[in-house]
């Protein structure tokens, strides 16, 4: 099960019915803690339903000093009260944060975690003066954009419901475009930097039948593999903030990627191997710069 919705809707109403009035309201935090976990739980409907009370009392306990053990239902409890923390913890690190509180504290745990893994990332925001307002009415039905003139980040309300690693993707992507874009199309007036004329050539041949050989990444609703494919061929600077965001959140699966390309006998043309040859250097080059 990778997401709540997952589980099949009379199963939930059946859990949420048996759970009774007081606990009803744990039962999708639960069930979704379990999930980021990242632990395999072995639940039924009726093991559920025992489950999410004790977990909630233990929960509405506050008392970290019991939580200490490893036990899945201390684990769970723990995390929950770590997930009330986060929107106090992203504000300590990136004071110029707006409706934090609207986010789950699940998507901006991932966040948070991202941060703490990348302090020079933080320091380059925080010096940069880039801000993140959540829910944003300026990004409404466009998931996200980046306003370079107030150097503002903007996510809009249902991203905030998005699964912890599409929220993270999309608010990178976004991130993209206030670190690495800004960073490698700072030019000299009339004229291109060496870098930013390189991987400009290397989208040139990438961006061919609507991005056939760039990377696509499922990130929800209308943002399928295939359209993200499209998205970045479309337009240069969604390729920069795209394929940072692949290099942070996904290096794993861009590393799969390239070795698809690069895999004798699949008759990918030479020049779209030598384009992201030239990208993933360039790419990896400013990643090393802003995430050291």
């Known amino acids: ?10 199963d939930r109403n059946q859990i949420t019915k048996e759970t009774g009035r007081e606990y009803g309201m744990f039962v999708q935090p639960v069930i979704e803690a379990m999930i980021d976990d990242n632990v395999l739980h ?39 009260l770590e997930n009330d923390k986060q929107v106090a913890k992203l504000k300590s ?8 509180d609207l986010v789950p504290g699940r ?19 925080i010096k940069a003066n880039i801000r993140i307002i ?35 993707r999309l608010l990178l992507h976004e991130m993209g475009h206030a670190s690495f874009q800004q960073v490698l199309m700072t030019t000299t007036p009339g004229a291109l930097n060496q870098d930013e004329q390189a991987f400009r050539d290397a989208w040139a041949v ?18 399928g593999p295939v359209a993200r494919k499209k998205y970045q061929a479309n337009d240069f600077v969604e390729f920069c903030a795209e394929n940072f965001m692949h290099r942070v959140t996904a290096p794993d699966l861009l590393n799969q990627h390239l070795i698809a390309i690069n895999k004798p006998g699949n008759h990918v043309p030479q020049d779209v191997r030598d384009a992201w040859r030239d990208a993933i250097a360039i790419l990896d080059k400013y990643a090393r710069l802003l995430l050291r």
Do not use: C, W
């Open 206 to 223: 990438l961006r061919r039948n609507d991005g056939q050989y760039l990377l696509g990444l499922d990130l929800g609703q209308s943002r």
């Open 134 to 168: 959540f829910s944003s009415s300026q990004a409404k039905g466009i998931g996200g954009l980046y306003t370079h003139a107030d150097k503002t980040v903007h996510l809009e309300s249902e991203v905030k419901d998005a699964s912890p690693g599409v929220f993270l």
């Open 42 to 80: 072995k639940v039924s409907v009726p093991l559920l339903a025992k489950e999410i009370p004790e977990i909630a009392q233990l929960y509405l306990a506050n008392n970290p000093s019991k939580l200490t053990s490893d036990d899945p239902r201390t684990r769970i409890a723990r995390r929950l």
């Open 107 to 125: 998507n901006l745990r991932e966040f948070n975690e991202f941060l703490d893994a990348n302090p020079a990332f933080v320091d380059y925001l």
């Open 1 to 10: 099960m990778a997401a709540y919705e997952d589980l099949p809707e009379n």
């Open 93 to 100: 690190k990136l004071g110029k944060t707006s409706r934090a």
